[in-house]
């Protein structure tokens, strides 16, 4: 069975997960150099191994999908930062506010006090949502590396 | 101009100077310098950004077999200048590392005839 063509597809799908993570007006220049070299190194005669060229092929997109991603990892590092200030500063202290409000700790005598109470709460679930969407966009790139991986070595295997 | 010579860019520098006139393209710089491709275009993106280095795509040929065109990359006349002078200096700071000597300046002696 001639694996070229799956191999070259699975390459292609990480080229085109790594050139996302470049501005749009350089990405098909990044896709057409890199896709170039697929096939040159499938048929490439200076690997006299013929069973190794898939597997360099495969490392040849992969490792261009690697760096992007640890680029990635690195940017997150002020996202997991602005997810610590938002949860620290945002969120905790409304949301205990709110809660010692609603829940009778302290007691509540005019509808002045309640209404700061919901107001509070409001700006609570705000930055609850803000909190979520930072989580979101740290821990999804990661996961999505990790998937990949996972298939490059099934394929790499096969 | 000075660039941060790593074990990396000196392989590539010391391949663009085998032939400076010579257009190389990625993969072929892969092979030459045997670095993997997320280490070696990035580095071709930042010398073309520093100016050091500049890219050209494959003119369309008909034996090219349907092959895409490929981007071919030369160090441009700064780019051999800085490299020449950047492996010079890395040769000069290992030999007088492995000699254990500390580097010497061409400052004259005081009283030492001319």
Redesign the interface.
């Known amino acids: 069975m001639n694996s070229g063509p799956l191999i070259l597809d699975r390459a292609d799908r990480l080229i085109r997960h790594a050139r996302r993570h470049f501005p749009r007006s350089d990405r098909d ?1 990044r896709h ?6 697929l ?3 499938l048929h ?1 005669p ?1 690997i006299r191994l013929h069973s190794r060229r898939p597997v360099r092929v495969i ?3 992969a ?5 992007v991603q640890s680029v990635g990892t690195e940017s997150a590092g002020s996202l997991v930062d602005a997810f610590a200030a938002s949860t620290l500063v945002g969120f905790l202290p409304a949301a205990i506010i709110a809660i010692i409000a609603f829940t009778g700790f302290v007691e509540v005598e005019d509808s002045a006090a309640l209404s700061s109470g919901a107001v509070v709460a409001i700006y609570a679930a705000a930055s609850f949502a803000v909190a979520l969407r930072l989580a979101f966009a740290i821990f999804r790139p990661r996961c999505g590396a990790r998937k990949s991986l996972h298939r490059i070595s099934e394929t790499a295997k096969s | 101009m000075r660039v941060k010579l790593t074990n990396a860019l000196e392989r590539v520098l010391r391949v663009f100077l085998e032939d400076p006139s010579a257009d190389r ?3 072929d710089l ?2 030459a310098a045997k670095l ?4 070696l ?2 580095m071709l993106a930042r010398l073309q950004g520093e100016g050091l280095a500049t890219s050209a795509w494959e003119p369309a040929r008909a034996d090219a077999g349907g ?5 071919f990359y030369r160090l441009t006349g700064e780019g051999v200048r800085v490299a020449r002078l950047e492996l010079a200096q890395a040769a000069l700071d290992s030999a007088n590392s492995t000699s254990g000597r500390r580097p010497t300046t061409s400052r004259p002696v005081p009283g030492r005839a001319r």
Not at chain 1, 63 to 67: L, W
Request: charged share 30%; aromatic share 16%.
């Open positions: 220049e057409c150099e890199w896709t170039t070299e096939s040159a190194i490439d200076d490392n040849f997109a490792d261009h999908y690697r760096t | 393209y990625g993969y892969m092979k993997p491709s997320g280490t275009y990035p092959r895409p065109p490929r981007r």
